[in-house]
């Protein structure tokens, strides 16, 4: 059915449009690449967020195993986009769609010695066929709730389809518990790669000289990834900050009328970072951050960080990346499925709001408290300490399967 699907709602999406054209070329594009001789390892991440997650132990691998082509499959279009020219990958492609003539001629021409799907997406006849040719298939930083399929009354066909994979590493004590409920006990609470991802940032050269030369001696507050939900509880804050504070926004969106609409609301001075050619940056008090690629490095300059996705329906952007520099978070109000946000509010790393009043004081107090603001931030760096280690435990494990050349 979703064959069938996929290519008609390309016709109304040009994201869908991508993903359905993507897929006609992979097979040509896996019989031109691999060759029957070659040793392959093969990731598959959803989207964006997984391929992060997963970087920590292809890294690992690619350094352990150079011998091995590395492969990533990716489901989203916008995963696949930003990341197909990766230098971690020999091949990056879209994963076929899940049918039993797929797989099987997926799987041949790609002839892995080993499978990793980063966190979860269950792909049952992808799960078969490799369990059929006896391919060792793991997940790593999986995560299982109630609410998934497994446990619903239509959804007990997929339960043994587990069977095929040989391990789980899993994020949290409660995924293990829930797959122990399903009979599964080859799981491994190895906590979340992601830590490792954001923990190895800081060994990097974060250096952006137009962040230099925008904050200067200022306060800087980053607000990133944000939607039109967060500026409007931002919006009454950053009116009232004083002149010392400057805000870099970087938006989900980069969308030309996106941002038109987002500096119309803006009552002071701001720029867009494609337009600051000829321009003082420190005379502004708001810049824009237009571009995809930064933020990460952005968050380095920091004092105070917002992350947007939590005050609508998006889902919260991701908060390590900016607590592994060691400042405090503020988020909206819908984080509940975000372990990681409500582990560090309860530790008073990150401060949860509902309105823009709430924010204002928050904001306040971290702009005007510098004990408790560098408190805050000691706490949100040291959460991410103590979470490190679950590449290793993966990368040992794997060193096991992989041991002798054939």
């Known amino acids: 059915m979703i064959s069938r699907v996929l290519p008609l709602a390309g016709l109304f999406s040009d994201k869908l449009q991508r993903s359905v054209d993507g897929r006609k070329v992979v097979f040509e594009l896996l019989k031109h690449k691999i060759s029957a001789t070659d040793r392959v390892i093969w990731f598959h991440c959803a989207s964006l967020g997984e391929y992060e997650q997963g970087v920590p132990v292809m890294e690992a691998l690619r350094q352990k195993y150079p011998e091995h082509k ?13 990341k197909k020219d990766s230098p971690l990958a020999d091949v990056v492609t879209y994963m076929p769609l899940d049918t039993k003539s797929n797989a099987r001629k997926f799987v041949e021409l790609v002839h892995p010695e080993l499978v990793v799907f980063v966190k979860y997406e269950f792909w049952p006849n992808f799960l078969i066929q490799l369990g059929e040719m006896k391919i060792p298939t793991l997940y790593v930083s999986a995560t299982f709730r109630r609410d998934q399929i497994f446990f619903r009354w239509y959804g007990k066909f997929m339960q043994p389809v587990l069977q095929n994979v040989q391990h789980f590493f899993v994020q949290d004590v409660f ?24 923990s190895s940032q800081l060994e990097m050269d974060n250096t952006l000289v137009d962040i230099v030369d925008f904050v200067q001696d200022r306060l800087c507050v980053v607000c990133g990834s944000t939607w039109p939900e967060d500026d409007a509880v931002l919006l009454e804050y950053i009116h009232a900050a004083a002149p010392t504070v400057c805000f870099v926004m970087a938006p989900h969106e980069i969308k030309p009328t996106s941002l038109a609409t987002l500096q119309n609301k803006l009552k002071m001075r701001s720029v867009l970072l494609s337009e600051k050619d000829g321009k003082v940056l420190s ?26 996705g939590g005050m609508g329906t998006a889902g919260l952007h991701n908060i390590l990346e900016a607590a592994t520099f060691g400042i405090p978070i503020v988020i909206g109000k819908n984080f509940d499925r975000f372990l990681e946000a409500k582990q560090l509010q309860k530790l008073a790393g990150l401060f949860s709001v509902s309105t823009a009043a709430e924010l204002k004081e928050i904001m306040t107090r971290l702009e005007t408290d510098k004990n408790f603001r560098e408190q805050a931030g000691i706490i949100a760096g040291d959460f991410i300490k103590s979470h490190t280690g679950a590449t290793a435990k993966v990368v040992e494990y794997i060193a096991q399967l992989l041991q002798s050349p054939k």
């Open 70 to 82: 590395l492969i990533i499959t990716f489901f989203s279009p916008s995963g696949y986009e930003i």
């Open 175 to 198: 995924s293990k518990e829930v797959l122990s409920d399903l009979g599964y006990t080859n799981a491994t609470l190895s906590g979340d790669t992601r830590f490792d991802r954001v």
């Open 283 to 308: 005379d502004y008090q708001v810049l824009i951050v237009d571009a995809i690629g930064y933020l990460t490095r952005i968050y380095s300059y920091a004092d105070i960080a917002y992350v947007g």
